[in-house]
């Protein structure tokens, strides 16, 4: 069994806490800017295509050409548009993207009375371990839950503030659509919380150290959380609120200049934090061994051990910040009604029967066997499914008299032309022109 997480506190563990959030916030920045560059490299590769490649080495220089590119473009506000909220839209998605991140433990506790060159009795600070992480609050996963369903309010802000119907589309559908896929995201995260005893982060990775990465225990409640989070993020394919192909641009359309940078940047942010919190809650977070029994880096030691912790996080949340790239050039975009049919009839249903199963094996005491019940529950949802009512078909075939799938029959005229009764895909140029009205 792993160590009990240490207590911390005091002074040091502010400083700690401050120095934490300036490098992470910086380093999530940077991330930002790369992580578009990454996804027009990724889906360049994906599409055959070559990427950007012209502005610096390789075109590493893309993203400070992309962000100048918004600081010089022309500030556009609509005539009827709110020009308060319109600028106040922004900023209200943006905020809980950057405040997010900071209950998410980073690396383990740093034992200060490793620090080189004396500087722990320079300090005083023998016998201290400080958490790296932003807030070290025993509630963080409340915390983050919270403050990331604030971005509703921007998304639906900016639609209706902008005096545009299809900006206000978009809005309506960001707003029920964030708001019912909050629902199966929280009970996915409340088996893990089940499962784990608390809503400390730390505890949750150190339970996992203990026993196995929830991904392994409880996939199921894995990709539910997973496509939530996707849809929170107003990724594809739940990025109804942004449909090009039939609201131009959805909620932020009349955005232009660095307001619309902030919205495109929020997106990274939200996909950044929201994947180091998938990467906590079921991936281990800063630990190696997914299956618990056997080595695993030590919770406390020294520097060397905090930079390896965080280039083990850092290197997962890179991982699934790309899975969620490759699923946006991969599935195509929901209809609005397929949307919410699969949160509502799909995912709440089967969210809610994994908590009841997880809480089950915690009355039990079998804990260990949380993965058979995890198959078990996909066993049911298998059986039960074709009992359920089922609603009419929305994508049934047009009949068109006369073709292969819809056959003349009696009573009805069958087609003469030569080149209606032709089954070749292209016509003959022999039969000679054919007339279209």
Avoid at 351 to 372: I, K, P, Q
Wanted: with cysteine; hydrophobic share 50%; proline share 6%.
């Amino acid at each position: 069994m792993q160590a009990l997480i240490p207590e911390t506190g005091g002074i040091a563990q502010l400083i700690t806490n401050a120095i934490t959030i300036f490098v992470v916030i910086h380093v999530i920045l940077g991330g930002c800017a790369y992580s578009i560059m990454l996804e027009r490299k990724l889906s360049a590769w994906m599409q055959d295509r070559i990427g950007p490649n012209r502005v610096g080495p390789k075109g590493l220089l893309q993203p400070i050409a992309d962000g100048l590119k918004f600081l010089f473009k022309e500030d556009y506000r609509p005539k009827n548009s709110d020009s308060a909220l319109f600028t106040l839209a922004p900023a209200l998605i943006i905020i809980p993207a950057i405040i997010g991140f900071v209950i998410i433990p980073w690396a383990g506790v740093l034992d200060c009375s490793q620090l080189p060159f004396g500087l722990a009795s320079m300090l005083g600070l023998e016998g201290v371990q400080v958490k790296i992480t932003g807030a070290a609050v025993n509630i963080g996963v409340i915390y983050l839950v919270a403050v990331a369903s604030l971005g509703v309010y921007g998304v639906g802000l900016g639609g209706w503030a902008s005096g545009s119907k299809f900006s206000f589309l978009g809005g309506l559908r960001a707003s029920a659509q964030m708001i019912s896929y909050e629902i199966p995201m929280g009970v996915s995260l409340l088996c893990v919380v089940l499962l784990a005893g608390s809503l400390d982060p730390y505890a949750i990775v150190l339970a996992q150290q203990d026993g196995m990465w929830n991904l392994l225990q409880q996939p199921l409640a894995a990709i539910i959380f997973y496509a939530c989070l996707l849809a929170e993020s107003n990724r594809a394919p739940f990025d109804l609120a942004e449909a090009e192909s039939e609201l131009v641009g959805g909620y932020h359309t009349e955005y232009s200049s660095m307001r619309f940078a902030m919205f495109f940047l929020a997106e990274y942010f939200h996909m950044i934090t929201g994947s180091a919190l998938f990467c906590v809650l079921f991936l281990g977070g800063f630990s190696l061994n997914p299956f618990g029994a056997g080595p695993d880096l030590p919770l406390v030691g020294g520097p060397l051990l905090i930079v390896a912790q965080f280039g083990i996080l850092a290197g997962k949340i890179f991982l699934v910040v790309s899975l969620g790239m490759a699923v946006r050039w991969t599935v195509p975009r929901f209809r609005y009604d397929q949307l919410m049919r699969l949160a509502w009839e799909g995912m709440i249903p089967a969210s809610v029967l994994v908590l009841a199963a997880t809480a089950l094996m915690v009355y039990w005491g079998r804990t260990d066997l949380m993965w058979l019940a995890s198959i078990a529950c996909v066993g049911v949802i298998y059986a039960v499914r074709p009992l359920l009512p089922k609603q009419p078909n929305a994508n049934q075939r047009i009949r068109i008299i006369g073709s292969r799938f819809s056959p003349v029959t009696e009573g009805e005229a069958a087609p003469t032309h030569p080149l209606a009764l032709d089954e070749s895909a292209m016509p003959d140029p022999a039969q000679g022109p054919i007339s279209m009205h």
